[in-house]
Nanobody, 123 residues
Framework: QLQLVESGGGLVQPGGSLRLSCAAS????????IGWFRQAPGKEREGVSC????????NYADSVKGRFTVSRDNGKNTVYLQMNSLTPEDTAVYSC????????????????WGQGTQVTVSS
């Protein structure tokens, strides 16, 4: 079993930055990949980025490449999503999720989910 807790959401102006955190706890955390997903009102859930704990492989959606960076804190079971150059189109509820995998694939069926954190980009 795995527990995930997100934090770091809030209100930011266009062009600004936010860093989201996902703290993972449970048994054999290093067996899992962590994905970041977002869902805006009226839109389908979108996979944003992911990182595999064991292999350190990462992937990004085309919509965020060059602006978002996923990383892991050495010595802690915490994954970060650094979001730069934010636009109103980035407004959504962001959630982290986990799947037992040595690969990082946003198309996987993720088994464990955090509660989500709201990101609003507006002037």
């Amino acid at each position: 079993q795995l527990q995930l807790v997100e934090s770091g959401g809030g209100l930011v102006q266009p062009g600004g930055s936010l860093r989201l955190s996902c703290a993972a706890s449970g048994n054999r955390v290093n067996d899992y990949a962590i994905g970041w997903f977002r869902q805006a009102p009226g839109k389908e859930r979108e996979g944003v980025s992911c990182i595999a704990f064991y292999t350190w492989r990462t992937n990004y959606a085309d919509s965020v490449k060059g602006r978002f960076t996923v990383s892991r804190d050495n010595g802690k079971n915490t994954v970060y999503l650094q979001m730069n150059s934010l636009t109103p189109e980035d407004t959504a509820v962001y959630s982290c999720a986990a799947v037992r995998s040595i690969r990082c694939d946003l198309n996987n069926d993720y088994d464990y989910w955090g509660q989500g954190t709201q990101v609003t980009v507006s002037s």
